[in-house]
């Protein structure tokens, strides 16, 4: 179990920048 919520942690903290970064980038495009 431990493993799984670790791995849960670690793809989140990788995804999460990853999101924002799009996000950012999209909204200076539309700009």
Do not use: K, W, Y
């Not at 493993?3 to 539309?30: K, M, W």
Request: aromatic letters at 6%; hydrophobic letters at 60%; proline letters at 3%.
């Amino acid at each position: 179990m431990d493993f799984e919520i670790a791995n849960i942690a670690g793809v989140t903290v990788i995804f999460l920048p990853t999101a924002n970064i799009l996000c950012i980038l999209t909204l200076i495009s539309n700009n």
